[in-house]
């Protein structure tokens, strides 16, 4: 029923990163800050990146909070758990091997 | 979040989408005040749904939030089919509730192990031996000097325990006045700690306390007696109660839910086996079983074995201090009587016994009648999913997966079975303590612990389930498996359907037929049984068990009847030991006229003179007692007795031989009286020897009597009111004597035919409720294929079909099944011969009657249920149903 992401690890991976140095972003936000950050390379699409926020929520690694705007309208926010924090370095250890491997294959081969 | 959360998002799913669309709308908003083309925006979300799904995936468990979808759909498809749900719940919850009924009482009775420590490794003794009319029967009483024995001989392989009978006796806590009644036990020393039985008040009884005899008057009570009784007080420690002439003091309550080991019985008061004194070196004088715990890794077999040749040995030295003159074949018989280990782990009673057989028939025939509901049921699903084959259909169009469809259907099973189960366990609550209360000997009533505890109910998710799993399955998968492109032409195969319905009252009616022979045999069986002669006037007796204190002269027996011959309301009196069918007997060697006795005992009974008369036993020559005959001396013989032993003359002048204290004495005939039942309905009239109540002592004198059945004829119709009159009545005329206990004539008879009653009852109802339930059945089924078949019919009459050829064609298929069903039927009952023979009396399974009454009924509620869509069948228009095509 649900397609697998090629990028989903790495989604999980930036968005967890990104909110454990900026917390209380909206969903807006973070696809801004991922654009942002990465010079336009990494470009992120409203369409997976709700369900992995939603997929990351359910995990238990961010939690969400419905702030009012200056607006009158609600916005959803995200911040980082114990829980995320904790995933994130995994996560960020794990994606550094893979790199290094990556990188040492192409060095060699 | 939690997996609670998302639980709980299920029941809030409407938020859950609200809050999706609104964080998506937010983005959007955001996007465009920073410029993005709305559009654009928008589009960049892809299918608002799509997301929307995906989210909300996540966001709830799926498949529990179809399952609710489902609960939810199906629960509305049974309120849209209001009467039918509810005709099957309400069936369905009969049959589930009788059969968690049958069960409670099967476990009860059967099943459930006693409340002690390792219940799996106890066992208890029996042995074969013949009864009195040499049919072979199992024997587990013994005697104190052999178990004395046999203790020692297992000590090593096994914990020997002698426990008696549980018997009811009279005891009081203050005058004679205030008697009371208790069930009592003897139990030896090593039972409390052997069973591990912890006090909830006071101390047990230990080895310590069972050493001498006569000289331990300690009881232990049991916790429902302290609570019954005593309201639990604490006080009753030490508080003194006389049975007979010991005065026995209480030491402790034995804890909650141990009531002895008599299944059926609970028991009150527990002595010590040394307290029955006059027993314990009588090797004649079988009182208790033996019961006996194995040691951890002994096998039964070996511990029999070693018990088997100790009891051989013990009785062979036994048989050597008997009179001569026994037949051989019967020494040996006693001396090699086959032993064996019995377990005891759900207790050992006399109920058990009598009952074990009668309630698996019950269960088989609770369980038919639960099969007969299902094939109803899954009859009704299979007809509603056919209805619905197109919904189906555009389930699997729109993508819906098979095992949604299965589980769509089964949920709607289960939920039904839910209901179902819910009336059934209200039912059983109801009738199973109903139908102990129908096992009401009089004075005896069964009383059984009926725990609504895990096991019932573990039996009663199971049954659902079952239950779901046989209706439910069957239609379930039909459903899913639906092919949506021949569904929607309107089916490949509608006749597929029909085969499964007709198969489904092919069943029915065999188990039905089943029910039907069973109950048609029972109440045969109780009507026979009870319209047996009994040879004397059951009804306006009363028979007031009486006792004195210490043993009275006859003379004032005498004075009593007297006196009670005077009360308004009584036509006669007279006494004798024993109330006829009352369950007592006195069997004795006599001798015609040879040395060797004769190899079958009569029964004797002593009576007093008018009492043949006060119980309507009419003399066929010589004369009655008076009141200066004297046992051994003369003796009235009846009908059984002259036939058996005089070649049916008048034996009135004759003579027989008889045996007291060991003398043979000749005994005179001096009446010839006709045949009156002695013990139960079931056997012949036994020859029968009527003694005068007066007796002589080896000094010639005579005897005093201490104990003696008084019974009462009454002028009025209930003998009942006079009860309490003649109560007080027999103390007042002399104040040594007291009544023990009252019971009509009619009860005493009528306790032989209870279980005959019961099964004749409870077998009769369900024989009404399978019938009804087939009936039902074949109805539906009738009326659903003449519906699906309208269109034909219509066509068949259009082309000038006659009514007469329309009903024959609606009608020879289910008849068949029918056919087939009650040969199916026929064939299982006259099979259940040999399980179900020994509770039948008068019938033979194999009796033409008994097989053609119910194919005869089957066949005539099957034509009234066929009637009405046979009717309608043949008046239907071809006109109107081919212009609704």
């Known amino acids: 029923m649900r397609r697998t992401d090629s990028l989903q690890g ?100 | 979040m939690s997996i609670w959360s998302r639980f709980a998002n299920i029941f809030r ?25 709305p559009d654009e925006a928008r589009r960049t979300f892809g299918s608002t749904l799509r997301a929307r799904e995906y989210s909300r995936d996540v966001k709830l468990p799926v498949w529990f939030d179809a399952l609710r979808a489902d609960i939810l759909f199906g629960w509305r498809q049974l309120v849209k089919n209001k009467v039918t749900a509810g005709a099957a719940v309400l069936s369905l919850g009969l049959a589930i509730g009788a059969c968690t009924s ?32 040499s049919k072979p029967d199992t024997g587990d009483s013994f005697e104190y000097p052999l178990f004395r024995e046999l203790r020692d001989v297992a000590k090593d392989q096994a914990a020997l325990m002698a426990i008696s009978y549980s018997g009811k006796i009279d005891l009081t806590y203050g005058s004679d006045l205030d008697m009371e009644k208790a069930y009592r036990q003897y139990v030896s020393g090593s039972v409390f700690p052997v069973l591990g039985i912890t006090p909830a008040a006071g101390r047990l009884l230990s080895p310590n306390d069972d050493v001498k005899p006569g000289a331990h008057p300690y009881a232990v009570i049991s916790y429902d007696y302290w609570t019954r009784r005593f309201g639990r007080d604490p006080k009753v420690m030490g508080r003194k109660f006389r049975a007979g002439n010991d005065s026995i003091e209480i ?125 109803n049921v899954a009859n009704l699903m299979t007809a509603q999913a056919a209805s619905r084959s197109r919904e189906m259909a555009l389930r699997v169009s729109i993508g819906a997966g098979q095992f949604r469809l299965l589980q769509l259907v089964l949920v709607e099973s289960a939920l039904l079975a839910l209901a179902a189960s819910v009336f059934g366990s209200l039912f059983a609550w109801w009738s199973a303590p109903l139908v102990v209360r129908m096992i009401n000997p009089p004075d005896n009533p069964a009383r059984l612990l009926l725990p609504a505890d895990w096991r019932v109910l573990a039996f009663s998710v199971t049954l659902a389930i079952l239950v779901t799993a046989l209706f439910g399955i069957a239609p379930a998968v039909r459903a899913s498996t639906v092919k949506p492109m021949s569904a929607l032409k309107g089916g490949d195969d509608p006749h597929a359907r029909r085969r499964l319905m007709h198969g489904l009252i092919a069943a029915q009616v065999a188990f039905c037929f089943i029910v039907h022979f069973i109950a048609g045999l029972f109440v045969a069986t109780f009507d026979r049984l009870s319209s047996q002669p009994t040879g004397f006037a059951v009804d306006r007796v009363l028979t007031l068990e009486t006792v004195a204190r210490g043993e009275q002269p006859v003379a004032y027996w005498e004075q009593i009847i007297q006196k009670l011959k005077t009360v308004k309301g009584v036509d006669s009196a007279a006494v004798c030991s024993w109330a006829l069918m009352s369950g007592n007997g006195w069997r004795s060697n006599i001798w015609i006229t040879a040395d060797t006795p004769q190899t079958d005992n009569p029964y004797f009974l002593a009576v007093s003179s008018g009492w043949l008369d006060t119980m309507r036993i009419p003399l066929l020559g010589g004369r009655d007692f008076v009141t200066n005959d004297i046992y051994p001396e003369v003796a009235i013989v009846n009908e059984a007795f002259a036939k058996r032993y005089f070649d049916g003359q008048n034996p009135v002048g004759k003579s027989f031989a008889t045996e007291t204290d060991k003398k043979r004495v000749r005994t005179q005939i001096i009446g010839y009286a006709h045949d009156a039942r002695y013990q139960n309905m079931r056997e012949p009239i036994r020859p029968t020897v009527y003694v005068p109540f007066n007796s002589i002592t080896d000094k010639g004198g005579l005897r005093n009597k201490d104990w003696g059945t008084i019974v009462v004829r009454t002028a009025g119709e209930n003998p009942s009111s006079l009860a309490s009159i003649l109560r007080q009545e027999v103390p007042s005329t002399r104040s040594e004597f007291r009544v023990s206990n009252i019971r009509t004539q009619k009860e005493l008879v009528q306790q032989h035919t209870i279980r005959e009653r019961l099964l004749a009852m409870l077998s009769l109802f369900f024989a009404i409720v399978a019938l009804v339930l087939a009936a039902i059945g074949l109805y539906g089924v009738m009326t659903y294929s003449v519906l699906q078949r309208q269109r034909e019919i219509g066509i068949r009459m259009a082309l000038g079909a006659q009514a007469r ?72 228009d071809p006109a109107v149903t081919l212009r609704a095509e």
């Open chain 2, 251 to 375: 030491v402790g309550v034995s804890r909650e839910g141990f009531t002895g080991t008599e299944t059926g019985t609970m028991t009150d008061i527990f002595m010590p086996t040394m307290m029955n004194s006059k027993a314990i070196s009588n090797s004649n004088w079988s009182w208790f079983r033996i019961w006996l715990r194995l040691m951890p890794g002994t096998r039964p077999e070996q511990v029999r074995e070693k018990l088997s040749a100790a009891i051989t040995h013990f009785r062979r030295e036994a048989v050597k201090t008997w009179p001569p003159g026994a037949p051989k074949e019967r020494l040996e018989q006693y001396v090699n009587a086959p032993l064996s280990l019995e377990g005891a782990a759900a207790g050992v009673s006399g109920m058990q016994k009598d009952y074990r057989r009668s309630l698996v028939i019950l269960g088989v025939v609770v369980a038919l009648v639960l099969l007969i509901a299902c094939a």
């Open chain 1, 10 to 109: 790495s989604i999980d991976l930036l968005v967890l990163k990104i909110l454990s140095r900026r917390p209380h972003l909206h969903g807006y936000a973070i696809m801004n800050a991922i654009e942002e950050i990465s010079g336009e390379v990494l470009q992120v699409e409203e369409g997976s990146l709700y369900p992995a926020l939603h997929r990351i929520e359910e995990a238990g690694w961010i939690k969400a909070q419905w702030v009012t705007k200056d607006t009158g309208r609600r916005a959803r926010t995200y911040e980082i758990t114990a829980a995320g924090r904790k995933q994130l370095s995994t996560e960020e250890s794990r994606w550094r091997a893979v790199t290094d491997a990556i990188g040492r294959v192409l060095r060699m081969a």
């Open chain 2, 13 to 37: 799913g409407d938020r859950v989408n609200r809050e999706l669309d609104e964080e998506m709308q937010s983005h959007i908003d955001e996007a465009i005040a920073n410029g993005r083309d």
């Open chain 2, 102 to 133: 049958a069960f409670r009482l099967i476990d009860a009775v059967l099943l459930r192990p006693l409340p002690v420590n390792d219940p799996e490794r106890l066992y208890f003794l029996t042995y074969q031996m013949t009864d009195g009319h």
């Open chain 2, 805 to 876: 050829d329309v009903a024959s064609r609606v009608m020879t298929q289910v008849f068949g099944m029918l056919l087939l069903g009650a040969s199916l039927g026929l064939v299982g009952g006259v099979a259940s011969e040999r399980y179900i023979q020994s509770l039948l009396y008068g019938v033979k399974t194999t009796d033409l009657t008994m097989l053609a009454l119910p194919a005869l009924t089957i066949f005539t509620a099957a034509l009234v249920a066929a009637l009405p869509p046979v009717l309608h069948a043949v008046r239907i």
